[in-house]
């Protein structure tokens, strides 16, 4: 009889107990709002946002409702305007179009290499179509960072990455998000750190610093933000742009503190169980290993694995015996969009460019999330249920 896997795909670890504690002090206070606060009292979220402007080494956080508004803020924050075109990966999830989208925006994808980062070459070549790139570091692979900069230094570009799945992560020792005008993350509950909802957007740029906070509703109370530039910062924003309310609150923040703590604890543990499975599927027949460059700093949250020329039926026997073994995968070369997976052919609402280097891999892309709740055992365990399946598809071809 042959093994199957009994963990869930979607089980996280539970809220730290400091977490929880700050948490119910916060709800007997009664002063959830970012901007209640008792007399000589430094709200949680002001307090997060040092926090984690610190950890990434920013001048500027800010706290918000979502990863999804983090970018949409950013994007308005430096100007982009309704009809703009923004540069963005091909590959990444529904939230980062979505967010060009939210300003009246249209997306210019990027292609995606076998490395699963953005093409480099063709991002050279749509360089002039748009002055800010959304650069999403999808399920966590980090591009030359070096490169990218250049060609986007070169020609104007500002940009902004998404670091939904890079909190933690970092380039050649420097933290994703610190490369580009504006970092954003998130911290919904399939991320790095867990508020059910939430993000942070984080910049050295006084102006934009500014504007986002003026953006995320902070009416004149924006001396409350002490990972803030100074008031003068503000004189003119203050009257010139609108507040789209998306405010973090202290219930989430309290949530957050201890496991910012925790992070780099955090981080680390997910790395040895992407370090087991992808130890574990090393030299199986017709399965390709994403390289990871020796310059990235991974933080191994989610795993994928590319079956590069397969047939869409080939690669949907693999997931569904895969499937009845316990072993969840997801693929995102399917037809129709499905739960969180779905394609820049999918995003309807914007134009659909022809990109056949793309829909090859994407055609091949396999993923699976590894939560904390896994332990080394079972990320073992995984790889051999994958690694037998995959190896009897490929044979019986
Ligand atoms: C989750 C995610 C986001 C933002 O998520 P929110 O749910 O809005 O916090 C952005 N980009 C990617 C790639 C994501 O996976």
Request: net charge negative; proline share 5%; with cysteine.
């Amino acid at each position: 009889m042959s093994e199957i896997f009994q963990g869930s795909f979607t089980q996280q670890e539970p809220i730290p107990e400091a977490g929880i504690e700050a948490a119910i002090a916060v709800m007997r206070g009664g002063r959830l709002h970012r901007y209640n606060t008792a007399p000589g009292e430094t709200s949680e979220t002001a307090l997060l946002e040092q926090e984690f402007a610190a950890y990434v080494g920013a001048k500027y956080c800010l706290a918000v409702a979502s990863g999804g508004y983090a970018m949409a803020t950013a994007l308005r924050a430096l100007g982009v305007k309704p009809g703009d075109k923004v540069l963005s990966n091909a590959f990444t999830l529904a939230p980062v179009p979505g967010a060009i989208a939210a300003l009246g925006a249209e997306p210019v994808y990027v292609g995606v290499t076998e490395a699963l980062t953005i093409d480099l070459d063709d991002l050279e070549a749509k360089i002039g179509e748009a002055s800010v790139l959304l650069l999403s570091h999808m399920r966590g692979h980090i591009v030359d960072m070096d490169r990218l900069m250049a060609i986007c230094d070169a020609a104007g570009v500002r940009v902004v990455e998404d670091c939904a799945h890079t909190m933690g992560a970092a380039w050649r020792g420097r933290p994703s998000g610190r490369f580009g005008a504006v970092g954003c993350y998130s911290c919904q509950t399939y991320k790095h750190v867990n508020s059910g909802e939430g993000g942070f957007l984080v910049t050295d740029d006084p102006e934009v610093a500014a504007r986002s906070i003026m953006l995320s509703g902070s009416y004149m109370l924006f001396e409350r933000h002490d990972a803030a530039p100074s008031p003068e910062a503000f004189a003119q924003i203050k009257y010139e742009t609108p507040n789209i309310s998306g405010r973090m609150d202290n219930l989430r923040a309290a949530i957050l503190r201890p496991q910012l703590a925790d992070l780099d604890t955090q981080c680390a543990r997910w790395t040895e169980r992407y370090q087991v499975l992808e130890d574990g599927l090393r030299e199986t027949p017709g399965l390709q290993i994403i390289p990871r460059p020796e310059e990235e700093t991974v933080v191994g949250s989610s795993f994928q694995f590319l079956l590069l020329d397969w047939s869409g039926d080939k690669v949907g026997d693999v997931l569904a015996r895969c499937g009845a073994r316990g072993v969840e995968l997801k693929w995102f070369g399917g037809a129709e969009p499905v739960a969180f997976t779905s394609r820049y052919d999918s995003w309807r609402y914007a134009p659909t460019p022809s990109l056949p280097k793309t829909d090859r891999i994407l055609a091949g892309i396999i993923d699976m999330r590894v939560p904390l709740t896994f332990s080394r055992e079972d990320c073992a365990q995984i790889a051999r249920i994958i690694k037998a399946e995959v190896s009897a598809v490929y044979q019986a071809s």
